[in-house]
């Protein structure tokens, strides 16, 4: 799934009481965090722990719905029911996919 090249940043707005400033610090909050939340997947993977793993995705899915990510939400999404219905290659595949998707993110934020 690409991600768009362009933010919507209208419906950001809208998601955050319409305050610039908020959207502004949660997107440089993300900027900053970006790469400590894809060492949060590959750590919490290589623990075992499937609490870990679900609580990251289930951030990152919030994040991803902030910015107006569809597709990152169901990439969260799919992660959180892989792990849960025990489907531990899928859930493999799906955290690469996440760390790509926030890395994508991130670079379409630092480009905006």
């Given at each position: ?58 951030t990152l899915k919030g994040l991803f719905a902030t910015f107006v ?19 531990q290659a899928e859930a493999e595949a799906g955290v690469a996919q ?15």
């Open positions: 799934m690409a991600l768009a090249r362009q933010l919507d940043k209208a419906t950001m707005l809208e998601r955050l009481g319409g305050d610039e400033d908020i959207l502004r610090e949660v997107a440089q909050l993300y900027l900053q965090e970006s790469e400590n939340y894809c060492r949060k997947l590959a750590d919490a993977q290589a623990s075992g722990v499937v609490a870990n793993l679900q609580r990251v995705a289930h990510d569809e597709d990152g939400v169901v990439l969260a999404l799919n992660l959180e029911l892989a792990l849960k219905a025990g489907r996440l760390q790509g998707r926030v890395r994508d993110l991130a670079a379409l934020l630092r480009a905006t």
